[in-house]
């Protein structure tokens, strides 16, 4: 039975660009890009074409890309990191719906460094409209994600950014799912950070970066040789970098004609699905979501069970982010949205990619409607 891969926010196959241009950093060219000869001088090379290959993308300098190993890393160099170096005050605000790298940065900054934390409130669609309610004189730092990885819900960034900056406050986004979906052009979104993982592109696990705006101090999470500017220590994954730069840069070049492509099938596969389980929600955004997203509550059910039985069919989804598939607790994020802990536990998340195929998604909605026919959730409706 061939598998049908609808897991594409919780992680891509590497593209055959980046691993081809990644090979020679791994074997002949393997030198460290601090060593002073001619094997050091040829990665610190490669490592200064990635760097300013990954800005062109995202509208920024060179210099103020810091590489770093992936989105989890990014997120908390960016929360921890603008916090601990603001002259400013000891007030942070996130939103309920942010990524566990995000979340946990902030609590962190409460527990360990006496910072007050608010989360910010969204809306039954996940969306935060505005910022002012809980902006304070001593906020130091606001992060609110580009797209939501669960719900695929995009938020107004620029606008959120522009009420942050007016009341003195750092900016921090994490663009971990919208890279490849939605334009990442700093200055338009008018952010201080941004946040990119190479998995989610096309580029290997364990490889991201972060832009921090010139002018930005930030305090470093990772400590030693002083690397990245003194921003990020470590040797860096010149590979890695060069695996995120030419993923990255094909992911924007690809971006526009393939958005509107999968979001058109995307569509299809909701009305499907909402055609063969009436009961079920779609939850998120109806438009203001990544065009790969269709996360849906499927009441009178479990979302693990669906999950099962539509692994059984050789579907591959999840319930919600993959990193917290395996928990017990219902998702933050859904809870954020106002649903009970109970049909928050009946979510399952489809994302597709542009190499999604019609025919996947027809042969999709036939074993979701077997799974939910399976576990007694079409019963009354049939
Ligand atoms: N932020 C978001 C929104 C994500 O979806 C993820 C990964 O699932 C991360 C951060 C973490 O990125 P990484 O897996 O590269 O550490």
């Known amino acids: 039975m061939p598998e049908i891969y609808l897991d594409h926010a919780a992680t891509t196959p590497v593209r055959r660009e980046a691993l081809e241009a990644m090979w020679p950093f791994l074997t002949g060219e393997f030198g460290n890009p601090s060593s002073r000869h001619r094997l050091g001088e040829q990665a610190a090379r490669a490592l200064d074409d990635a760097r300013a290959r990954v800005a062109a993308v995202l509208g920024a300098r060179p210099a103020e890309i810091v590489f770093t190993s992936g989105g989890t890393e990014a997120d908390n160099l960016a929360v921890k990191g603008l916090a601990l170096a603001s002259p400013r005050g000891r007030h942070v605000l996130v939103a309920a719906t942010e990524h566990e790298a995000v979340l946990e940065s902030s609590d962190h900054l409460e ?47 620029a606008e959120l950014a522009a009420e942050a900056h007016a009341a003195g406050a750092r900016f921090h986004t994490d663009a971990v799912q919208a890279a490849g979906w939605l334009p990442l052009d700093v200055a338009a979104l008018g952010v201080d950070a941004l946040t990119i993982s190479g998995h989610k592109v096309g580029a290997p696990k364990g490889v991201g970066a972060l832009f921090l705006r010139r002018g930005a101090r930030v305090e470093p999470v990772v400590h030693g040789g002083g690397q990245e500017r003194g921003r990020r220590s470590g040797t860096e994954d010149v590979a890695g970098a060069v695996g995120l730069a030419v993923a990255l840069e094909l992911a924007e070049a ?16 909701i009305r499907s699905v909402l055609a063969i389980a009436p009961e079920a929600r ?35 989804c999840s319930s919600g982010s993959a990193c917290a598939a395996g928990s017990d607790e219902p998702s933050h994020v859904l809870t954020a949205l106002g649903l009970d802990g109970p049909t928050a536990q009946t979510a399952v998340r489809f994302t597709l990619a542009s190499s999604t195929t019609d025919a996947e998604l027809d042969a999709a909605v036939l074993a979701l409607r077997a799974s939910l026919d399976a576990l007694g959730a079409l019963s009354t409706r049939r």
């Open 111 to 157: 527990r360990m460094h006496g910072f007050a934390v608010d989360r910010l409130p969204v809306d039954a669609l996940g969306q935060l409209p505005t910022l002012l309610p809980l902006l304070r004189d001593d906020t130091s730092l606001v992060s609110v994600m580009l797209a939501n990885n669960e719900i695929g819900t995009v938020q107004p960034i």
């Open 254 to 269: 690809e971006r526009i004609g393939r958005a509107d492509a999968v979001e058109r099938m995307r569509d299809a596969f």
């Open 282 to 316: 779609l939850t998120g955004h109806p438009v203001e979501r990544l065009a790969a997203n269709a996360s849906f509550c499927f009441p009178g059910t479990a979302g693990e069970a669906v999950l099962l039985q539509l692994a059984e069919h050789g579907v591959l």
